[in-house]
Nanobody, 120 residues
Framework: VQLQASGGGLVQAGGSLRLSCAAS????????MAWFRQAPGKERELLAA????????YYADSVKGRFTISRNNGKNMVYLQMNSLKPEDTAVYFC??????????????WGQGTQVTVSS
């Protein structure tokens, strides 16, 4: 399984970014996908997850109402739309997947991460 995240960058507080993650190596539409982030000195944090069909999602409280996860099974892509960004959103963002189609399972495969920096 290969995951390639992109779309990070530098944005001012209040701005928006859209992260993308391209998946390959197996049947994408069978498996849940997730976005995590890790800031310097902090633990990796699960931000959002989406089930195999895109019909069920999960959001961490820290991003609920600001971030939206979506997927396009025809293109083997998962996205994270990030609005109203705050300086505390600065981190390396990772997409991940596991071996289940539903939410609430472990994620065993990770992309390389994309840096998001939010300036105040």
């Amino acid at each position: 399984v290969q995951l390639q995240a992109s779309g990070g960058g530098l944005v001012q507080a209040g701005g928006s970014l859209r992260l993308s993650c391209a998946a390959s190596g197996r049947t994408f539409s069978r498996y849940a996908m997730a976005w995590f982030r890790q800031a310097p000195g902090k633990e990796r944090e699960l931000l959002a997850a989406i089930n195999y069909a895109g019909s069920s999602t999960y959001y961490a409280d820290s991003v609920k109402g600001r971030f939206t996860i979506s997927r396009n099974n025809g293109k083997n892509m998962v996205y994270l739309q990030m609005n109203s960004l705050k300086p505390e959103d600065t981190a390396v963002y990772f997409c991940a997947t596991g071996n289940q189609g539903g939410l609430g399972y472990r994620y065993d495969y990770w992309g390389q991460g994309t840096q998001v920096t939010v300036s105040s």
